[in-house]
Structures are given as C-alpha cells and as structure tokens.
C-alpha cells in the first residue's frame, strides 16, 4: 500500500479514566479502524492508557509561528492571570 | 489418565502457534508500511508467548528435564504436529491474512471452550490468550473487508488467497484417536462441533468483503500427523538454526 492511501491521524491517549487525554504522536491508516489499531499498536504497548481517540490531522487547526507574536506575548506582562495566589490542598492530585 | 496423550495434546496445541509466530515473525521489516510491520510483530510476539506457555507445559510432562526449547528446536519436521494451515507460507499481504483470518477466527472458537478444561493448566492459558486472539481476529478481519472493497487488484487477490487456503481449513476441525479422548475426559475441544459456528463468522466477513467462499474444493490433512506440506522443511531450517549449528547455545 502507498503512502499516497494512507492518511496521518493525530493519537490521543487517556493515561487513566477521569484523566487528561494527551497527545502521543502521529500515525498513518487508511480508515478510522485502522488508525485506531495503529494507535493502539504503537502506543499502548505497555499498558499506557484505558482510551484511546485519533483525529484526522487535516481536521486538526492550527496556529500558525507568524501569530505567535499576537497570540501569545499579551499575557507575558499579565500576572493576575495565573493561579498562583490559591492555596491548593495536597490532596488534589489531577488539577 | 495416561499423560502421554495429554502431553502429545499440549504439544500439537503449541505446534500450531509456535508455527504461525515464525511465519508472522518473517514480515518484521518486510510490511507494507511501518504501523502493520509493527502490528504484524506484535501479534506475531502474542503467538511466540502462547506457543512458549504451551510448550513449556508440554516440557513439564514429558519430564527427564526437558524444556520448551528442546521442544521447539531440537525436533524434526516429522515430530512437529501443527495444523498444515499455520505453516502455509505468507505469500502476498492479503495470503497472510486470509490465513490470519482462518486461524483466528478458529482460535477465538477454540479457546473459549478451551477455557472449561478440566485441566487448569489449560484452562488458565486459555484465559489469557483469549483476549490477544480477539484482537487479532478484529485485525485480520477488518484487513479482509478492506482488501475485499479495495480496487480490483486487491479484490482479485484476496479472492486468490481463500481459494489457494481454503483447502486447508478443513483439518483445523478434524478429531484425532487422541483428541477423542481428551474430549472425553473433558480435558480438550470438540473441533468438529466448532465448524458451524466458523463458517457463520467467516460468512459474514466474505459478505462485507465482496468476496465468495469456494464451494466442493478438494480437502487435504495430515499435520496431526506430522505429514506436511513441502513448506515445512524450509520454515523450521531457518527457526532452527542457530541450535542445530551451536546446540545448545545460550544468549
């Protein structure tokens, strides 16, 4: 099979149920079941997670460098905006 | 009960995967794209971990300190009893998984009554390798429904890959003098009686894929009896030749 079949999907795994799902990488599959399998082969070799999604990439948005400036310096001189002045009790484990 | 049928029972049982770990394992490197070479690896590793737990207990019984590697590479082809289907060679991607297929949807079926031997061993490898197996048989499943609706190229040819295997998947449920009385003493499977049920889900997947099921082919046997095909031969000189060239030799 080409690559020219294939499609790029984006891999996102639930380390834990009630977790974060976090982006692991990329793989290729020509079908959403596919893409599942990969995933599941290529990353949860080890047990690492209880889900797994995949994206299309090409459904994925992304900024682009250029806006960086415009997108992220504003908050460099914001200070109020993070959470730093609560308290956090030790017993919270996910936030 | 006489534990050498037991033993000769264990062995055939692992014979089969051992065999189809070895021919899944010559696709390392050699897959269509990276994520099946691995996938194929993976499974392929699943079969060499379920043929070492078999051969393992199969090396406890025959005692005098035998062990699974004896078992796996210090026998000749003659003395190897898997089904002929698991040796039959991967040919082209869709061969490979018309036989997965074949062998999968078998095992699925096989386990799951494997699961109430009477002999815990058993029993507990059978519990394990049960959720590998329904893995795999959803992964060379899928791959027959995709090659099936593919172009007309890989339609032809997975067409081609069941009407070359089918042949052979008529051994997967035959019953041996030994079989018989491993059923009987409710140790093993009763084979025959899994046929329909093989049919009823290799159906349904050849409908989705387009594909059809060969009708009145000639049939062939004889693993059971370590009659094989010529492939074999060729399969075991490369599985075996690092013993066979430095016997005994230890990583």
């Known amino acids: ?95 | 009960m006489a534990s050498g049928n037991l033993f000769q029972y264990v062995l055939s049982i692992g014979d089969d995967a051992l065999i189809t770990a070895q021919r899944l394992s010559e696709w390392a490197y050699r897959a269509p794209f990276l994520e099946e070479d691995i996938a194929l690896s993976n499974i392929s590793l699943d079969m060499f971990g379920r043929a070492n737990l078999f051969l393992e207990y199969a090396a406890s019984l025959k005692g005098n300190d035998t062990t699974a590697d004896d078992l796996a590479f210090k026998r000749n082809e003659r003395e190897f009893t898997n089904k002929l289907l698991c040796e039959q060679p991967n040919g082209n991607f869709a061969d490979t998984m018309i036989r997965q297929f074949f062998l999968d949807t078998f095992n699925k079926l096989f386990l799951i009554k494997l699961i109430d031997s009477n002999d815990d061993q058993l029993s507990a490898i059978s519990q394990k390798a049960i959720k590998e197996t329904n893995y795999h048989i959803r992964h060379s499943s899928k791959w027959v429904i995709r090659l099936g609706n593919g172009t007309a190229e890989s339609h032809a040819k997975v067409q081609l890959a069941i009407d070359n295997l089918w042949m052979f998947t008529e051994e997967l449920f035959e019953m041996n003098e030994n079989d018989i009385q491993m059923k009987q003493q409710k140790v093993g499977v009763d084979c025959t009686a899994l046929k329909p049920q093989w049919d009823i889900i290799i159906n349904d997947i050849f409908l989705e894929a387009r594909v059809k099921m060969p009708q009145d082919l000639y049939m062939t046997t004889g693993g059971r009896h370590g009659l094989h095909t010529e492939h074999l031969g060729h399969l075991l000189s490369d599985m075996q030749y690092l013993q066979r060239a430095y016997p005994d030799a230890k990583w």
Request: with cysteine; aromatic share 12%.
């Open chain 1, 1 to 95: 099979m080409s690559k020219a079949t294939l499609q790029v999907w984006e891999v996102f795994i639930q380390p834990k149920t009630g977790a974060h799902f976090q982006h692991m990488g990329s793989v290729h599959a020509a079908d959403k079941e596919m893409a599942l399998q990969n995933a599941r082969e290529l990353y949860t070799r080890r047990q690492e997670g209880t889900c797994i999604w995949v994206v299309r990439s090409e459904n994925i948005v992304s900024s682009k460098p250029e806006d960086n400036d415009s997108f992220f310096d504003p908050a460099d001189d914001k200070i109020y905006r993070y959470p730093t002045f609560f308290k956090v009790s030790k017993k919270v484990k996910d936030l």
